[in-house]
Each structure stands twice: as structure tokens, then as C-alpha cells.
């Protein structure tokens, strides 16, 4: 066979960094194989409430809503609906009995509160009841739009019991309440774990290997950008930029999430945050920012806002990220994604949405009111697993748009 | 109407109908062709089929129905199409299909436009109505003149027809059923004019075929009767009308799908596990990349053909993203330009090539190799033997050769592998750099891919230097010419034809290397000066029966 010349190390180098030798020439063309020098970025597969299973905690999960009902019924009533194959007909007593009501959306009403309010006199609401809900597809009057009215399904409702939470030391203090976390990190400050921490739905989903294997707001996710990267292992100024994407996830071959797509970002500049960060042995921390990340999941669309949020991001050998970003989640937009599950959602997934009220706004330790000194956030630790993605601004897709193409 | 029941039903009609055409008179041009013993025949491929009956009856005439697969011999379709004939299963399938546009043609949506007349005063059994159509059709569809006794002869089949179904307009579908389904439809036939070579007919499907990959629209087929096509001025205006139509744009696309096997990425699946971004649409993406990218080079902006294997501009699709590590801004086709030193440069690292020649879990220099010296280099490579080992090369977690380089070095101790591996080889380990699916990556099992080598006695470090020396090898330049040559022709070249290729080759660099110039020096040399092309063997010749029904 011919032999064939072998490159030493410095070709070796070369060929692993060929786009070194290319940057003073990028203005004339497109981004090169890989990915623009400097810049990296990932789309979001899932936000989740981060929270590890700490032994011993929650021996008893907190009750859904139609648990608590059903613990709320006379003994004779409980018997008869005890089945497990009966709890679509204790749904059913529970929403006759506590006086849901729930109508279509009339065309057109979806924004038009007084429209709403008149479709709601006219399908028997209570005086002044009736939300949209579902999509705006319907206006409901129930546990969920309005809580406050049945906290008796409250009842049975359970706070995390644990010592050891995933976040941060948001204000720098160390108060009662606070948590460690589980490398012994005194002040962790993570009280919607401790509002969410028993509840089965998101317990569930609070385990990153599971998060790994579902698409979360697949429909709007949100994306990392990070530029100014000179050491992907150690750099301590880089720009990150978190995004909203207009363009959905799409799924591989293997059912995950398809790596280096190219995402156009929402035009919308309260979808979009800019803060300050740094590389530390190949883990991204940033200053905190307000920010608000798109949340997009079947019937809800309820957009979080996280304040004084600060990003914590490990870049993995086989090029996707795991992480968490830190910071306080506003009770409004919090309860809102509640809200927006519906209680046909919160039955669903044993989640008592008067439970979930009380617990969040009792335990808001973050962004007090002004005026009546009512806490507004709530301390909160969002983990996050991404894959390597493209980031592409509208001002290029509108180009691309105007004939730029084929 | 259930035209289709009535189509069934009138199965026999339809039989007769074929016997009848086939039946003919002395001196007809059905006849002329059955018999032209001097003339090639080339069985219409499915995208010239369906070009076909676009052209003559709109595109909104579906055409349904599966096709027999095309063959490819010696890397071409084009000379496939010569050596094929008809199976009997296969012929069903074109009379199935044929039906269906039948059907169509003459169904209440198409029927004013395409028939546009029926039985009535002056015309009580719809004689002249029929004669119309066929006269109207009839030459379109068999690309040359028909004599007046040949539309009377389907005349008097398509009215029996329409009586014995009991339905005029069924009568006509039977008829152009029938005519779909004959040799003169499906199969270009090529005659010897007064002089010997090509008559006009067979002059204007051939430029119309290799430039526009259709058959000859209604000017071409106004020139080839009046002869304009027997004069170099008249051949060359027609030439430069066919290369200035957009639809040039479809010819050189056919040209290069044929050449560079790109119908193959039609069926090429991958393992979904080791390859999650690749599936059946990203491999259509990758070929219409590749077709894209090569109009984009040579059509549009007349380019040099030896720089496809240097340009960093590709035609880049947002589904494509993935697989080449780029963002995409367009929504859909875009022309994206690596910059300099991009390890994506020309032909050789288009994501569709790499994974046409690959296997389904891995990469192999050893096809790669092979379908770039077959097709780009018009070097034939043959098989391996029967007994040869893969072993070593397949055992892609063996725990010392971890490359496939390391791997393929041993497999070459064994010297009767060796002899073609040297040759194959070289070139595929060049492209060792971009995995099975044509994903760029830098190391294989956490060792560093070695992508240097030999070509043409010249070292290079990997797959962009390869590109260049490409681009400056007279070989790949040359092989280009013949394979145009005989995507021409459609066969392989006889020690005649020999002395004319020579001639393209040595004035392709005369002509800039600009594959619009060569394809216009093909198309003049290949349609004046040459005689009908001999079928590679009498045996492989379609063999037509009396009934007009070709059998294998």
C-alpha cells in the first residue's frame, strides 16, 4: 500500500482548530463549520423546579385538590368513591358540589373582559366570576382561576420537609428557612422548592435524569448564548444573552432533541437578557439580571419572571449543558402557569391549586411591595439541560427573507 | 362517468386496440422504428416520463403509479436506459399508469381543454373530434411526425373502442391508453436520417433530452420537421434556444444526479441511534443541496467545473444545519460560503456524497474512495473478491486500531485486498474527517484523524488540499467530458468515437472549463456529426412484439 506521510502534532493542531487561521478573513462569508469563533449556544429541552429526593422527606406527598375533596366527604360518601376507577365521577361530584362553572370563549371575547364577565352572568356564574382559561378557549370559574374562593382544598396540602435544596444564597444572608445545599452550602435560598417540593407533579420532574428525557415549552424555547468565549474552560469576561426562540424544538432520530439547530429569536426585547459571566473550570456563572423566559406548554403560556436571576452552567464533554438559574420567581407569573394548567390540569396532575396559592404567597421571601410590604417573588432554583443550537437574530432571518436565498 | 371501471371493463377493447395500431400498413413510422436496426433505443427514465406527460397534457395530469426501477450501468442511468427492456410486470405497471392519465385527460376537469370536442352535427360519430386529438397529441408524445394513415389507424381503434365501452370519451382514453403504453411512447427511438446520421425527429429529442431532460417542445418539433435541425446554423439556434430556457437548469440537474449517483440518496438510510440527526428528508435535502449548489456554480453563474472541488459557497437548507454545525437563517434554500479555511470546501465534503458512500453506522474510505475514482475520475474499480475478510475493518471498537485508517492499514497486510485498496483508499481516508452521515469531527475514538495522503503523486493534508488537486488534475477534468459524452449518447464509447472525445477534452480547457460550453459542444457534436448509436447488444436490446407490447 502506499505509505502515506503522517502529520506530526503541529498538522494535528491545524486540522483540530481549522478555523483559527480563517478569522481574519470571516467578514466576507458565513459562520464556519462549528459555529461563529467565540460563541456558543443551546437550546433549553426543559426548565424545571430543581430539587434533589432527599432521603426521608415527604413520606406523605401533599394532596391534589380532588384528594383533599374526597377527604373533605362524609365516611359513607368517601366509601363509595374510593375506587380509584371512580375518580372521574368524584371529579365530576367535586364540581357540582363546590360550584365550578366553566363556558366556551365567545368568539372574538378573549381579551374583552366585559365580554367575558357577560358570558359568564349568562352561563350562571357567581357575580363578577369567570376567567379565560384553557387556551383562552373557555371561561372558568373554579379552584384554580379562583383559589382564594376554595381553600378548603387546601387542605392536606404539604411543604417540603427537607434540609437540602439546589439554588443559590440569593441575598447573601443565612436565615431560618434557608437551606444548605447538598455539598453542605449554608443559605441556600430556595423556598418554591419548599412550597413545591411535596407535590408529586413536580417532584417528578424536579430529577434532572428525568428532565433529560422530556421537552419542556418545546414550542417557545428559551436559548443561551454565550460570546467572548477565548477559553471555553476558563474565561473571565464573556456576554450572555438568554433568548426566547421563535421556532419550535424539533426531535432526532433517537426521539431526543436535535442538536445545532438554528432557532430565530423572538423579536420581543422583554424576551431577551443580557448579563456578564465568566468560565471557571468550563462552568459559566453570570452577574444577576432580570429576565423573563418564555413558557409555552400545551394549554399554558405564562411567560416566568425571574428577578436578580444569575445563571450557573456546566458545559458537558459531550457538548450539552446542564444548570440552574437562580433567582426569585414573581408569585404573579408563577401562579399564572398554575392558573393556566386548569382545573381539568390540576386534577390531572394531583395538584391542589389553593395548595400551591397559600403555600407560594406565604412563603415569598423576595421583591416586597412598596406600599403594603407584601413579598412579590419567591426564591426559586429553575434547573435547566440544553443542546448545542444556533441562535440566529430576526434582523437575519428577514434578510434571509428578502431574497437572500435560493 | 367511472371511467376506471369502464377503462377495466373495456381491458379487451383497449387489447384490441394495441393490435390494431400494431397492424399497420407498409411503410409506417411505427414500423420504421420496430425495425430500425441501425437505431438505439432508450427507455424514457421516470423523471423524463413524468416531464412528459407535464409537457403534453399539464401538470396538474398526475402521474400514479410505480415505475420500474432505472439501471444504472457502468455509473449511468443514461446508458442503462439502452440496455433495458420492459418486464411483463413492469409493463402492467405502465399500463396502469397510463390509464390513470388517460383517465384524467379526458375526465369533466381536463376535458374542454384537452379534448374539446365531442360527437354532434357535422360530426355525428366524433371522427373528426378523435382525429384532432391524435393528430393534436399523437406527435408530441411519440416525438415525430405521424403520417395522416397512422391518426386515421387510431381513429378507427379509438371509436370502435369508445362503441364497444359504450362511451366516446372512454373511447378516447382507451385509445391514448394504448398510445401511452407503446414502445414509441416509452422508448426513444433513434433513426437514420437521408444522410445516415440522425433524422430531425431523433436530432431534436436527443438535444431536447440532454439539455432539458423533456422531450423537444412544439419548436423544437417544427424545426426537426422542416429541417432546420440537419444544418450546424439551424442545430446551434435551437442549442442556444434550449440553453437560455430556464429549463437548461433541469438538464444539467439530470445530468449531475446521473453522474454524481444522486438518486441513491432516495433510499439511503442510516442507523438512527449513531446518527439521530440524519433521516429520509435531510438525505432529499443533502441531494437537492449537492443540485443546487452545482446550477448555482455552472448554470447560473457559468462557472468552471474544476471549481466545484474548491468552492466554499454551497446551497444550505435550515434542516441541513445540523449536520454541518452552521446556522441557517433562511427558512428553507439559501447559498451559504464557508470562509477561508473552513474544513467544508467543494464537492468532496458535501454531507450528501460522504453518506451516499458510507455505511449505514460508519464511515468507509474504501467506497468513498472507490465511487470518487468511479464517477469523478472515470477509473473502474472492481469488486472485491468473494472470500476477502472484513473483519478488521468492521470491528469498529477493536481496542488497539482505533482509527479506521489503523484498521484499514492492517486490513492490507493482506496483499490481494491491497492492490485495490491503494487505489480506493488514498482518496476515501482523506475524507475521514466527516463521519458517516458527512458530520465534520476531528477525532475517531478519541484519537486524531489522520486525513493526509497521495493523489496523483502529489501529498496532501486532508480533505480541502484533496479539492484542490482535484481542481488542477487533468483526469477529473477529462472523465467529466466522457461521462457528458455518454450521458449523450447514452452507451459507452466505441474506438470511433474516441478521436471526437479526445477533441471535447482538449478544447474543455479552451472553453474555460465551463460545463454550459461543453454541454453545448456535446449537443452540436453528438447530434450532427454522429449516426444513431448501436445498442450495446442485440440481447439487451427491447424487444418489440407485433402487438406492440415490449417484453423482456
New interface residues.
Given amino acids: ?2 505509505k ?4 506530526g502534532t503541529a ?2 493542531l491545524l ?2 482548530l ?5 478569522l481574519p ?2 467578514i ?8 461563529a469563533p467565540g460563541v456558543r449556544s443551546f437550546v433549553l429541552t426543559n426548565i424545571f423546579f430543581s430539587g434533589p429526593k432527599e432521603a426521608g422527606t415527604c413520606t406523605q406527598l401533599a394532596d391534589g385538590g380532588v384528594e383533599s375533596f374526597y377527604n373533605s366527604l362524609p365516611p359513607a360518601e368517601r366509601a363509595a368513591f374510593a375506587d380509584p376507577a371512580k375518580r372521574r365521577d368524584l371529579e365530576r361530584l367535586m364540581i357540582k358540589r363546590l360550584g365550578f362553572k366553566a363556558t366556551k370563549m365567545p368568539p372574538g371575547a378573549e381579551n374583552d373582559t366585559d365580554a367575558i364577565k357577560r358570558a359568564a352572568s349568562a352561563a350562571g356564574f357567581p357575580a363578577g366570576k369567570g376567567r379565560a382559561a384553557f387556551a383562552n378557549k373557555r371561561i372558568s370559574y373554579d379552584s384554580c382561576t379562583d383559589p382564594l374562593d376554595f381553600m378548603q382544598l387546601a387542605e392536606g396540602y404539604r411543604l417540603y420537609d427537607g434540609k437540602i435544596a439546589e439554588g443559590a444564597n440569593l441575598d447573601g444572608k443565612q436565615k431560618k428557612g434557608d437551606f444548605h445545599s447538598a455539598s453542605g452550602q449554608p443559605g441556600i435560598d430556595n423556598q418554591v422548592w419548599k412550597a413545591l417540593g411535596c407535590t408529586k407533579a413536580f417532584r417528578d420532574v424536579g430529577e434532572r435524569e428525568n428532565a433529560r428525557e422530556v421537552l419542556m415549552s418545546a414550542a417557545a424555547p428559551t436559548l443561551i448564548e454565550v460570546r467572548g468565549i477565548d477559553d471555553p474552560r476558563n474565561d473571565p469576561d464573556v456576554t450572555v444573552n438568554v433568548m426566547a426562540a421563535s421556532d419550535a424544538l424539533a426531535r ?3 426521539g ?1 432533541p ?5 432557532f ?1 429569536t423572538d423579536p420581543d426585547p422583554a424576551l431577551r437578557t443580557t448579563t456578564k459571566g465568566r468560565i471557571v473550570d468550563g462552568v459559566l456563572t453570570t452577574d444577576p439580571v432580570d429576565m423573563r423566559l418564555n413558557y409555552k406548554e400545551q394549554i399554558i403560556d405564562a411567560p416566568r419572571d425571574l428577578r436578580s436571576a444569575r445563571i450557573r452552567l456546566t458545559f458537558n464533554s459531550d457538548g450539552s449543558v446542564d444548570g440552574r438559574i437562580d433567582g426569585y420567581y414573581t408569585l404573579a407569573s408563577l401562579y399564572d402557569s398554575i392558573e393556566q394548567m386548569s382545573q381539568a390540569g390540576a386534577s390531572a396532575s394531583g395538584i391542589s391549586c389553593p395548595g400551591v396559592y397559600k403555600a407560594i404567597h406565604a412563603l415569598a421571601d423576595g421583591y416586597p411591595d412598596r406600599k403594603t410590604g407584601r413579598k412579590t417573588a419567591i426564591s426559586s432554583a429553575l434547573g435547566f439541560v440544553g443542546v448545542p443550537a ?3 437574530p430576526p434582523e ?2 428577514a ?3 428578502k431574497g ?3 | 362517468m367511472k371511467l376506471g371501471v369502464i377503462l377495466l371493463a373495456g381491458a379487451s377493447a383497449l387489447a384490441a386496440a394495441s393490435m390494431a395500431f400494431a397492424v399497420t400498413g407498409e411503410g409506417s413510422a411505427a414500423d420504421a422504428a420496430v425495425g430500425a436496426p441501425d437505431g438505439s433505443v432508450r427507455r424514457l427514465t421516470e423523471s423524463q416520463y413524468r416531464r412528459a406527460i407535464a409537457d403534453v397534457f399539464g401538470p396538474d395530469v398526475r402521474v400514479v403509479g410505480r415505475f420500474e426501477p432505472d439501471n444504472r450501468v457502468d455509473g449511468l442511468i443514461a446508458v442503462g436506459s439502452s440496455m433495458v427492456s420492459v418486464t411483463a410486470s413492469g409493463f402492467d405497471q405502465y399500463e396502469q399508469i397510463a390509464r390513470g392519465i388517460a383517465e384524467q385527460v379526458v375526465d369533466k376537469d381536463h376535458r374542454a381543454e384537452l379534448v374539446g370536442c365531442e360527437p354532434g352535427a357535422g360530426d355525428t360519430d366524433g371522427r373528426g373530434c378523435v382525429s384532432r386529438f391524435f393528430a393534436r397529441f399523437g406527435p408530441r408524445l411519440y416525438r415525430r411526425a405521424m403520417a395522416p394513415a397512422e391518426i386515421a389507424r387510431f381513429t378507427t381503434a379509438t371509436l370502435e373502442a369508445g362503441r364497444t365501452l359504450g362511451d366516446f370519451h372512454a373511447g378516447i382514453a382507451a385509445g391514448l391508453a394504448a398510445m401511452l403504453s407503446s414502445p414509441e411512447f416509452l422508448f426513444r427511438f433513434e433513426r437514420p436520417g437521408a444522410d445516415g446520421k440522425l433524422d430531425g425527429y431523433s436530432r431534436a429529442s436527443r438535444i431536447s433530452f440532454l439539455l432539458w431532460n423533456a422531450p423537444p417542445d412544439a419548436r423544437l418539433m417544427e424545426a426537426a420537421a422542416v429541417g432546420t435541425l440537419d444544418t450546424p446554423a439551424g442545430l446551434a439556434t435551437q442549442v442556444d434556444r434550449l440553453m437560455a430556457s430556464p429549463r437548461f437548469e433541469d438538464g444539467m440537474r439530470a445530468f449531475f444526479n446521473d453522474f454524481l449517483l444522486l438518486d441513491d440518496l432516495d433510499s439511503l438510510s442510516k442507523d ?2 449513531l ?5 429520509a428528508n435531510v438525505a432529499g435535502l443533502l441531494k437537492e443541496q449537492t443540485l ?1 449548489t452545482v446550477v ?1 456554480l455552472l448554470v447560473t453563474n457559468k462557472g468552471d467545473y474544476r471549481d466545484l472541488f474548491t468552492t ?1 459557497r454551497i ?1 444550505m437548507h ?1 434542516a441541513l ?2 449536520i ?21 470546501t467543494g464537492l468532496l465534503t458535501h454531507a450528501g456524497l460522504l453518506a451516499l458512500h458510507s455505511h449505514p453506522g460508519r464511515t468507509s474510505p474504501t467506497l468513498r474512495g472507490k465511487a470518487i475514482q468511479e464517477a469523478l475520475l472515470c477509473v473502474k474499480i472492481p469488486a472485491p473478491p468473494a472470500n476477502v475478510s472484513f473483519a478488521v475493518v468492521q470491528d469498529v471498537n477493536n481496542a488497539t486500531l482505533k482509527t479506521t485508517r489503523a484498521r484499514l ?1 492492517a486490513h ?1 497486510d493482506d496483499e490481494e485486498c ?1 492492490t485495490c ?2 487505489i480506493s ?2 482518496i476515501g ?1 482523506a475524507l475521514e ?1 466527516f463521519d458517516g452521515v458527512g458530520q ?1 469531527r ?1 477525532t475517531e475514538r478519541g484519537e ?7 493523489f496523483a503523486g502529489a ?1 496532501f ?2 480533505a480541502v488540499a484533496l479539492g484542490k488537486l482535484f481542481h488542477d488534475n487533468a483526469d477529473v477534468s477529462s472523465c467529466a467530458v466522457r461521462t457528458a459524452w455518454r450521458y449523450a449518447t447514452g452507451r459507452d464509447p466505441q474506438p470511433g468515437d474516441e478521436p471526437g472525445i479526445a477533441r471535447l477534452q482538449s478544447d474543455f480547457p479552451k472553453l474555460g472549463y465551463r460545463m454550459t460550453d461543453l454541454m453545448r459542444a456535446i449537443a452540436l457534436s453528438v447530434t450532427l456529426n454522429l449516426a444513431p448509436s448501436a445498442p450495446a447488444s442485440k440481447q439487451e436490446q427491447v424487444a418489440v412484439t407485433r402487438t406492440g407490447v415490449p417484453v423482456s
Fill in positions: 500500500m502506499n502515506l506521510p503522517r502529520c498538522f494535528r486540522s483540530t481549522p478555523l483559527i487561521a480563517a478573513v470571516l466576507a462569508a458565513d459562520t464556519p463549520t462549528g459555529g432526532d432520530g433517537r431526543g436535535l442538536q445545532w439547530s438554528s430565530a444556533f441562535a440566529v437575519r432571518i434578510a434571509a427573507g437572500a436565498g435560493l | 438512527s441511534v446518527f439521530p440527526q440524519f433521516n443546487r448555482d466554499r446551497a435550515r444545519g445540523p454541518y454545525t452552521v446556522p441557517v437563517a433562511a427558512r428553507d434554500w439559501t447559498m451559504h460560503e464557508f470562509p477561508e479555511g473552513d474544513p467544508r492499514k492490507l491491497a485498496h491503494r483508499d488514498p481516508l474527517q465534520h476531528v486524531p484523524i489522520d486525513a493526509s495522503g497521495t501529498d493534508t486532508d
